[in-house]
């Protein structure tokens, strides 16, 4: 089993950052893809970015060219580091990870088996 804990949350304005981080209980050598979603007040679960056991990394549209996902293997970490915020982008972020190998990138919540409990980013204009 693996248990997730996300850190790094807080408040920033428009146009500043966020570093992420989610730290597994355990060596994470039987997950295959590790991920970050959001929900903001009155939405659902949105995925944000993911990265796999090869290091291939996905983003959401709006992450684009704004966030970068990474993997810190000595530490069991995974980073998201978020730049240029909007305020859109305020919600509370999960760390997400699953051990199966699918056929397709996964982005949606029901894909994933272990999450964290999140941490609220806010984003002022």
């Known amino acids: 089993q693996v248990q997730l804990v996300e850190s790094g949350g807080g408040s920033v304005q428009t146009g500043g950052s966020l570093r992420l981080s989610c730290a597994a209980s355990?060596?994470?050598?039987?997950?295959?893809?590790r991920a970050w979603f959001r929900q903001a007040p009155g939405k659902g679960r949105e995925f944000v970015a993911a990265?796999?056991?090869?290091?291939?990394?996905y983003y959401a549209d709006f992450g684009e060219g704004r966030f970068t996902i990474s993997g810190d293997t000595a530490n069991n970490t995974v980073i998201l580091q978020m730049n240029n915020l909007r305020p859109e982008d305020t919600a509370v972020y999960y760390c997400?990870?699953?051990?199966?190998?699918?056929?397709?990138?996964?982005?949606?919540?029901?894909?994933?088996?272990?999450w964290g409990q999140g941490t609220q980013g806010t984003v002022s204009s």
């Open positions: 997400a990870a699953d051990s199966v190998i699918y056929s397709h990138t996964p982005r949606e919540a029901y894909e994933y088996d272990h």
């Open positions: 355990q060596r994470t050598a039987r997950i295959y893809i």
């Open positions: 990265i796999n056991w090869v290091d291939n990394k």
